[in-house]
Nanobody, 124 residues
């Protein structure tokens, strides 16, 4: 079992920055993919970013590329999402997810464990 707890969400203005954190506990953390997803009201959950176990490989949705950065600290069992130049369309509940595999995937169904989510609201 893996437990994931997100933090760092909030209400910000367009153009501001936020950093989300996801603390993991339970089974081995350093050997698996971690991802961030988001879900806006009335929309499906969508991929935001993913990072390999070593941190060497990162992947981003086109909508956030160049603005968001995913990183991880395996010593702290924590993955981060630095979000810069936030836009109103980034408003959503953001979820951290854990994939029990060495292979990258972007579909939510491919991830095995999920956090409870943290709300990010960007006002115009």
């Amino acid at each position: 079992q893996v437990q994931l707890v997100e933090s760092g969400g909030g209400l910000v203005q367009a153009g501001d920055s936020l950093r989300l954190s996801c603390a993991a506990s339970g089974r081995t953390f350093s050997s698996y993919y971690m991802g961030w997803f988001r879900q806006a009201p009335g929309k499906e959950r969508e991929f935001v970013a993913a990072i390999s176990w070593s941190g060497a490989n990162t992947y981003y949705a086109d909508s956030v590329k160049g603005r968001f950065t995913i990183s991880r600290d395996n010593g702290k069992n924590t993955v981060y999402l630095q979000m810069n130049s936030l836009r109103p369309e980034d408003t959503a509940v953001y979820y951290c997810a854990y994939r029990n595999s060495y292979a990258y995937r972007s579909q939510p169904s491919e991830y095995d464990y999920w956090g409870q989510g943290t709300q990010v609201t960007v006002s115009s």
